[in-house]
């Protein structure tokens, strides 16, 4: 089923959930197109906006955010492969379908990676992995040279790229930061200055969710969390091991046994990203 206005909208089926956005006439953004400001709309209007209007990306506005990425992760896989570190790859693609081609042609990429690798990709631009964030820009021209040297995130526009730039589009990673510094002291803002929390209109997103469970529920993120009680205990997504290949590395070509803890972590985020969508869809569907 494509996604156009043309279409019943099936929130009653779980399969709707999951099934792939294309970028329409709104926006090549998958999560910025008008069936994902129709949801965001739906799901969130009696805590942001029942306007679809407001989910346009404006500044102040909100946007689509794409929780569990797929570039980060195919990047990462790929430089762990021979073809990259010898040189016969010589420019990661940019674009995400090219570089599903090269896991999916590579001989040195197990078939199960493979497999679910080809099962991500149809999956992440879904509705299941799709939520509303607040736009804002912030300028930071007149902070002190001590609030500069507090902000982690002051070089980054908005929370979509805090998330992607900063965080390397880990969404565990970002919301236990989200968690530290905002809701950990029972839900109001502490005293790091950073910009993502002392943005007048990130700070009123924010007190939209009184605490932190409540900004867990009202995203439809529990299934981000092994535990349902309390929210603290998230599913492992980004990587645990040293010189993971965010980056091209040069010692890796003589380290057999590091490729392939980076193919296996590579392979358990895959697993836990199906399984999120698949639960997402599964709780959305229900409500």
Request: proline share 10%.
């Given at each position: 089923m494509k996604n156009s206005l043309g279409n019943l909208i099936q929130y009653d089926d779980k399969e709707y959930f999951l099934q792939e956005i294309v970028g329409d006439e709104y926006s090549i953004d998958p999560d910025q197109t008008m069936i994902s400001r129709m949801f965001y709309a739906k799901y969130w209007g009696k805590i942001l906006s029942d306007d679809v209007n407001m989910y346009d990306g404006a500044i102040g506005n909100y946007r689509g955010e794409t929780i569990i990425s797929f570039k980060t992760m195919a990047g990462a896989l790929i430089r762990a492969t021979k073809d990259y570190i010898t040189g016969i790859i010589k420019e990661m693609p940019s674009d995400q379908l090219e570089r599903l081609d090269i896991i999916v042609k590579s001989d040195d990429i197990r078939q199960s990676i493979k497999d679910k690798f080809s099962l991500f990709y149809k999956r992440y631009h879904s509705l299941s992995n799709f939520m509303p964030l607040v736009c804002e820009q912030w300028i930071n021209n007149s902070w002190s040279k001590e609030d500069n040297r507090k902000a982690k995130c002051k070089d980054y526009k908005n929370l979509n790229q805090v998330k992607?730039?900063?965080?390397?589009?880990?969404?565990d990673k970002f919301y236990e930061y989200v968690y530290d510094k905002v809701y950990q002291k029972n839900g109001h803002f502490n005293d790091y200055n950073d910009p993502v929390f002392i943005s007048e209109v990130n700070q009123n997103y924010f007190n939209k969710f009184v605490t932190w469970n409540d900004f867990i529920e009202k995203n439809y993120l529990q299934d981000l969390f092994v535990d349902e009680d309390g929210y603290y205990t998230f599913i492992k997504?980004?990587?645990?091991?040293?010189?993971?290949?965010?980056?091209?590395?040069?010692?890796?070509?003589?380290?057999?046994?590091h490729i392939e803890a980076v193919h296996n972590e590579i392979e358990e985020f895959l697993d836990n990203a199906l399984r999120f969508f698949d639960k997402r869809a599964e709780r959305l569907v229900k409500l």
């Open positions: 992607g730039k900063y965080f390397r589009d880990c969404p997504l980004s990587p645990i091991i040293k010189r993971f290949p965010y980056r091209k590395y040069n010692d890796i070509n003589a380290d057999i046994k």
